[in-house]
């Protein structure tokens, strides 16, 4: 990630970004600089929209808890996000949020609940889910959102992905072995050639997949079981550990991988 001024507050704006842009603080934008953060007159804040990179502008105030931004200057552009899908059975709400945020974190290009026998979690609120991608995107330095789709059946999600893509199913039965040495080999099976691999991770429900929801994952062409280690781990760790995995193996934790930020 590219070096960049920790100290000055990030926000996502969903505008068009040029130099001398002028943009109006919401109610809660204005209360979160001036009155929390304290920031003043011609202080720094730095805002992305997800396109055109990341820009320095200033706090210009237009009354006591009112304030608009100017767009200053370009401090990043904007960078090709990496190509990793995360699929994931719905949990509770609170752990919800963590594997929202944990996943932006770790590069996911798109979020796609879905919906397995044993889901457990309420209805997704994708204005929520996406609140937390805006939140983790902001507090961590990344320049891109991922897509967040709709809740769908596992069959219609699997569908629904590339032949090309590679998808690393976190089997708890699978044979504890080499994970580093599965991923590797997988991905130099099912996609020949030098460029970047397209991935996807899929995540069950707390409950785990039904004998019948394994089976229609493993007959997946372009698929890998994989174990992460001899201990069940709770669906939100399990999530963090193979998003770190996959990225540092095949995605852009690489040394030679993509540099999104």
């Known amino acids: 990630m590219a070096a960049y001024d920790f100290n000055a507050p990030r926000l996502f704006l969903d505008i068009p970004m040029h130099e001398g842009a002028r943009h109006t603080l919401d109610r809660a934008q204005a209360n979160y600089l001036l009155s929390v953060l304290r920031r003043d007159a011609g202080e720094p804040v730095l805002v992305f929209n997800g396109r055109d990179g990341e820009w320095r502008a200033e706090i210009a105030p237009t009354g006591r808890k009112a304030a608009d931004l100017v767009l200053r200057a370009q401090t990043r552009p904007q960078t090709p996000p990496g190509d990793l899908h995360y699929l994931f059975a719905p949990l509770k709400a609170a752990r919800l949020d963590y594997v929202a945020q944990k996943a932006v974190e770790m590069g996911a290009s798109l979020i796609q609940p879905v919906v397995t026998r044993r ?37 219609e999600a699997l569908a629904g992905l590339a032949p090309e893509r590679l998808l690393v199913f976190c089997d708890e039965d699978a044979p504890v072995a080499d994970p580093v040495a599965a991923l590797r080999q997988a991905a130099a099976t099912g996609a020949p050639g030098n460029g970047p691999v397209p991935l996807a ?4 429900p707390e409950g785990g997949f039904t004998p019948e929801e394994r089976t229609l994952i493993g007959d997946r062409p372009n698929t890998v079981r994989l174990s992460l280690g001899p201990r069940i781990l709770r669906a939100d760790t399990a999530a963090v550990a193979v ?18 930020a």
């Open 243 to 260: 998003l770190a995995l996959v990225q540092a193996v095949l995605g852009d934790g690489r040394s030679n991988g993509p540099t999104e």
């Open 201 to 204: 991770v899929v995540i069950g």
């Open 119 to 155: 889901t457990q979690g309420d209805r997704i609120k994708l204005d929520k889910l996406r609140a937390n991608a805006i939140e983790a995107a902001e507090q961590c330095g990344i320049l891109s959102l991922p897509e967040i789709r709709d809740a769908a059946p596992l069959a």
